[in-house]
């Protein structure tokens, strides 16, 4: 198989991705007899569990986007304690000490809203985004990646279909002479004994050919459907695109190419992005640096199964244990008494009575917490360098990646030229060699050279035509106009 069939692996992308079968499940099938290119698209796309997982990766950066967006909104918690409570405790409604069974109970509400945090919040509102923005150009390099892969495998099923009906051609031409020959040694008519076996050595070399095209042609659409994620089918039959026009050369320049390309390319607007992020994740390290201003209230109270108030009964007199000295002798001294009964208070009274709030400021002034805060700016400019250090190698491989694209496709195209010149030169040498062989004025030597010499050139005519076509493709691929 030709090296330019797989060279374009190391041209679009920093690093190869694996395109092939990767799951059972299917979300799109083969439903058509005919399938176009961009039906196959569509289907890869579909099914390759990459392209799936790069989205999955989408969504978890659009939801730490989120998140720094609701990270502004107040904390508000709730919490509810209930205890049983046995021997030697503090009554939680008393305060004071009792040894009895009995249960309690804590409710509290608390919110907290921070004010004011280095620009914390704010700066990660803007990397996330940034961040977020990476993860869609992801998504879309890894769509792009599979269109590339699959517009190629494509194309080498139709290049392996046409150089299959030339291996069919070249068979047909050696057999007629074949038969020809044959009768040609019944009559005792060949003027060389060795024509008829030299043509039968050929036609057996053009059923080799035709057998290793038929086969090429089966591992191609077997490579094709493979991408597809899709069962293997023998009868895959493809839509033709036109190719009369590909054979030329693009209007711009490598450089006006790299231009568009740094514009346009999904994965060389994620490396900036990236590093737009990075360059906000330094100020939000340097932010934990910085004092925080919050504000948080909160409401309490609490039940207890032993809380119990006096409710009045009635009132007696009673002796106080004293005297008084009078005319007529000692006195006792009496006083009226008020008497109470000890009733439980109920839980709703309870909670209702026993509530409290609060409200305040706080202000909270880092100062030491184990260089942590210190080392994470510190580690945040770091992952900066590093970023600007992938974002510049993304640059220079994508320029690297489009001058030797645009190398190929000139080539290419200057190739395509001199065959075509060449195939008209063979054709015609070919038919004046066979005029003169039917004719018998040479043998089948210089028979047998001529026609593969046409041979050759039709094979690698047909060949140089898909060349042009795929790098065209991939230059089209660069400036963001990959397209059918």
Wanted: one cysteine or more.
């Amino acid at each position: 198989m030709r090296y330019f069939k797989f060279i374009f692996f190391g041209l679009v992308t920093l690093s190869a991705v694996k395109v092939q079968a990767q799951g059972q499940t299917q979300s799109a099938t083969l439903t058509d007899s005919i399938l176009s290119v961009r039906q196959c698209v569509e289907i890869a796309i579909k099914n390759n569990l990459e392209v799936r997982q790069s989205e999955l990766d989408m969504q978890r950066l659009r939801i730490g986007y989120n998140q720094a967006k609701e990270n502004l909104l107040p904390a508000i918690n709730g919490t509810v304690n209930h205890s049983i409570n046995s021997g030697r405790s503090i009554n939680p409604f008393t305060n004071s000490y009792v040894t009895q069974s009995y249960t309690s109970g804590d409710y509290s509400l608390n919110a907290n809203l921070t004010i004011f945090s280095g620009w914390q919040y704010l700066n990660a509102i803007k990397q996330t985004s940034l961040n977020y923005q990476a993860g869609k150009m992801d998504f879309q390099q890894a769509k792009d990646q599979v269109t590339i892969n699959v517009i190629t495998a494509y194309l080498l099923v139709l290049d392996n279909t046409e150089l299959l009906t030339q291996a069919y051609n070249q068979l047909d031409v050696s057999k007629k002479q074949v038969e020809r020959l044959e009768i040609l040694e019944k009559d005792g008519a060949n003027k060389s004994a060795s024509d008829l076996y030299d043509l039968k050595g050929t036609y057996g070399d053009n059923q080799i050919s035709l057998v290793n095209a038929k086969n090429t042609l089966e591992a191609s659409k077997l490579s094709l459907l493979q991408i597809l994620n899709v069962p293997y089918k023998k009868d895959l039959k493809l839509e033709p695109v036109s190719v009369t026009d590909v054979a030329k050369q693009t209007d711009e320049n490598s450089d006006q190419i790299f231009n568009t390309s740094l514009q346009q390319l999904a994965y060389v607007k994620a490396a900036e992005l990236r590093r737009q992020g990075a360059e906000k994740g330094v100020k939000v390290a340097k932010g934990a640096l910085t004092p925080s201003i919050s504000l948080f209230g909160g409401i309490t109270t609490n039940y207890s199964s032993a809380a119990q108030n006096a409710v009045f009964r009635d009132s007696s007199v009673v002796n106080t244990g004293g005297y008084v000295n009078t005319p007529t002798g000692q006195q006792p001294v009496l006083a009226k008494q008020a008497n109470f009964d000890n009733h439980n208070i109920g839980y709703y009274d309870q909670f209702k009575n026993n509530y409290g709030t609060q409200f305040g400021v706080r202000l909270s002034i880092p100062i030491l917490n184990y260089f942590q805060n210190h080392n994470k700016v510190k580690l945040a400019k770091i992952d900066l360098q590093e970023s600007k250090y992938i974002e510049e190698n993304t640059k220079n491989v994508l320029r690297q990646n489009v001058e030797q694209a645009y190398l190929n496709m000139t080539s290419a195209y200057s190739r395509y030229n001199a065959l075509v010149d060449q195939v008209k030169a063979y054709t015609e040498s070919f038919r004046t060699i066979e005029i003169r062989f039917n004719s018998g004025v040479i043998t089948s030597v210089d028979f047998v050279i001529a026609k593969n010499n046409l041979d050759k050139a039709n094979i690698n005519l047909i060949n140089a035509r898909y060349d042009c076509f795929i790098y065209n493709k991939i230059l089209d691929y660069y400036q963001g106009r990959l397209a059918f």
